[in-house]
């Protein structure tokens, strides 16, 4: 195995080689980089009916017997509002606040009062106390200095630290419309593998299972969808009929638009013990 801050720099030069070229982005008045809290809200909802998968196993075998439960990049809570009847109390970590918000009122319905807090992990780690459980789900990809996140995360963790991640770059379902519209060929780096390489060199020893998320419809209408992945590929409103064009010939079911470009359905769950 390469040294440990080979494969931190690696990480970073792969990740830094998804940035979008400055001439499709001055192209459009949006931002591509879409955040659709209402994607988020229906998976914490439709997981929180019905829980299930390998990262929802390993987080629940580790809260027996009931604990706390920190949640790093909790979105509106599809990681740890599953969880809730075995959580004494829940804390979560978010940049944006919105999300934050959405939680917040999910998890009062489920009987849970968390605690919020919006900014960037590992920046704001000194302001959150410890758990028993802490779980981050699809958030390793948007940090290029993982070394730092991944530490403190285990030192948050009382009993286990329990991760879910795309197989490959969540955006990388999106590279054959970036090859179509823009004539840009897209990275294909860095992987889950490259996760499991650094926290195996840190000396964390994880645990990792990959499988399959089933198809749901993250999206109410493909009409949302299209949307959303036209300011994505930096596309004018105008071009949206294209779009939805190019999502079909990709497979996409028009009555059943799950969400290309976000989480993927090739997932890895990881794991490790805790230190804190």
Request: glycine share 8%.
């Amino acid at each position: 195995m390469a040294p440990l801050t080979d494969l931190l720099s690696r990480w970073r030069e792969d990740l830094a080689a998804w940035a979008i070229p400055d001439h499709i982005t001055a192209g459009v008045a949006e931002s591509p980089w879409v955040l659709p809290r209402q994607v988020f809200a229906r998976r914490a909802d439709r997981l929180r009916r019905a829980p299930a998968g390998p990262s929802y196993e390993r987080a629940w075998e580790a809260l027996a017997p009931a604990g706390s439960v920190l949640d790093v990049g909790s979105g509106a809570g599809a990681a740890c509002l599953p969880l809730a009847p075995r959580v004494t109390r829940l804390t979560a970590v978010d940049t944006d606040e919105g999300m934050l918000s959405l939680l917040a009122e999910r998890a009062g319905s489920a009987g849970l009062e968390a605690q919020v807090r919006a900014g960037r992990w590992p920046d704001i780690a000194g302001q959150v106390p410890p758990a028993d459980v802490v779980t981050s789900h699809h958030v390793l990809f948007n940090v290029p200095d993982l070394q730092p996140f991944l530490a403190t995360l285990t030192s948050h963790a009382r009993r286990r630290v329990v991760i879910e991640t795309a197989a490959v770059h969540p955006l990388a379902s999106l590279n054959p419309l970036w090859l179509r519209f823009h004539g840009l060929k897209r990275p294909e780096r860095p992987t889950a593998s490259d996760v499991l390489d650094i926290l195996a060199a840190m000396g964390l020893r994880p645990g990792h299972t990959e499988w399959s998320r089933p198809a749901e419809a993250d999206y109410q209408s493909m009409t949302e969808l299209v949307d959303v992945t036209r300011r994505r590929l930096c596309l004018p409103a105008e071009r949206a009929s294209e779009v939805e064009a190019a999502l079909v010939d990709l497979g996409t079911d028009p009555g059943h638009p799950g969400d290309l470009g976000s989480s993927g359905r090739d997932v890895v769950t990881i794991w490790w013990e805790g230190t804190a």
